[in-house]
């Protein structure tokens, strides 16, 4: 008797959990304009979706068929499961003469490492060693001061890419912003402004052997957590307290919320710019937000996320203070075949860039 007792208390609990993990998987079709709450359930899609499936294994091991729920919920939700955690076991090899594309958040060229320019920067290092025909970087810095990484010593040390643009991220925030380096021409360049002081975007038109590829470099809007923030966030997962998890909590609603607005704003006004786009198109950079978000379904409409494609597992791209995400993303129309998307796990920012192959469809 007892044990019927609590089973049927669990399985209760069980189908709680299973409608939140549904609302969770299909949040991102709510703008968070209208109510920002349902933003907040996707952020935690990964948590539901572990407790789904040790749910399914309670049942299973306890020989119920109460685990047929838990399956029946995980098929109906398998789309988003895929986004957030692609599984692609056989490695794939890019076709020959493939384009290899990497994006990059370097946070300041290197963790803000701009003044030791007599040492080796990794991460122009990092780039060389990949060896991409494009590169698309997000927080890109430089500073022209004697002694220090300048603009020119970068372009001198990418001398593989003979064409380059760089974008500041505002009239006011002239010293970090994008930046493109290709290995081909650029024939057009039209930049994306926002109602931001640090976040654009920026198009591009490149001549790739005389066909035209598009591709839209974005940082989009942060989700406001200062390093302090963040700081505490690690100190309050090390040390649990009640009063810390109240008082971060609010912090946390207000700043996210805030950040999933403004983002929504911006993904609309690229949505309609992507519209507009009738060739070959990568949009890629980073968005701020994870594949379970309404800035992730509203940019990538219906073109392809090139790491659910090609790529294995949730890969995490951003990595501080125990905040693990993916929000760097590389999206495709079908004018474009992707593979071999990976993520490095490089430490030199608090992103992790992604690389991905391209070919060119007929």
């Known amino acids: 008797m007892i044990g019927r007792l609590f089973d049927g208390l669990m399985f209760i609990v069980n189908l709680v959990l299973l409608g939140v993990f549904a609302l969770s998987a299909y949040s991102d079709h709510i703008s968070p304009k209208f109510s920002v709450y349902p933003s907040f359930l996707g952020i935690l899609f990964p948590f539901f979706l572990i407790a789904v499936i040790l749910f399914m294994i309670y049942w299973t091991i306890r020989m119920r068929w109460y685990a047929l729920v838990s399956l029946l919920f995980l098929v109906a939700c398998w ?24 994006t990059y958040n370097t946070c300041g060229m290197g963790r803000y490492n701009l003044s030791k320019a007599e040492k080796k920067n990794e991460v122009i290092e990092f780039i060389k060693n990949e060896d991409p025909d494009i590169v698309c970087l997000q927080e890109f810095s430089f500073d022209n001061r004697k002694g220090a990484l300048s603009e020119a010593k970068i372009r001198k040390q990418l001398s593989k890419y003979p ?21 081909y021409p650029i024939r057009k360049v039209q930049g994306i402004d926002y109602k931001s002081m640090y976040n654009s975007s ?110 294995f597992g949730p890969g995490i791209t951003y990595h501080e203070n125990k905040f693990l995400f993916r929000i760097d ?32 469809m007929n």
Request: glycine share 4%.
């Open 79 to 102: 789309e988003p499961v895929t986004r957030y955690v692609p599984y692609h076991f056989v490695e794939q090899t890019p076709a020959e003469g493939a384009i290899k594309f990497l």
């Open 163 to 183: 064409y380059y643009h760089y974008k500041p991220s505002s009239v006011n925030y002239s010293h970090s912003g994008l930046a493109i380096f290709s290995k």
């Open 329 to 360: 993303h590389i999206f495709h129309n079908d004018s474009l075949s992707s593979s071999n998307a990976r993520v490095h796990h490089v430490k030199w920012s608090d992103h992790y860039p992604v690389t991905v192959s391209f070919c060119l």
């Open 202 to 311: 920026c198009l591009y038109v490149l001549d790739v052997n005389g066909r035209p590829l598009t591709v839209i470099n974005n940082h989009l809007e942060s989700n406001k957590l200062s390093p302090e923030d963040r700081q505490f966030y690690d100190a309050m997962i090390q040390h649990f307290e009640t009063q810390k998890i109240d008082e971060f909590r609010t912090t946390l609603i207000h700043k996210l919320g805030t950040g999933y607005r403004v983002r929504a704003t911006q993904a609309e006004q690229l949505r309609d710019i992507i519209k507009e786009v009738n060739t070959p198109l990568i949009v890629c950079g980073d968005f701020n937000d994870t594949p379970i978000s309404y800035c992730y379904q509203t940019i990538r409409g219906n073109m392809t996320d090139a790491f659910r494609n090609s790529g």
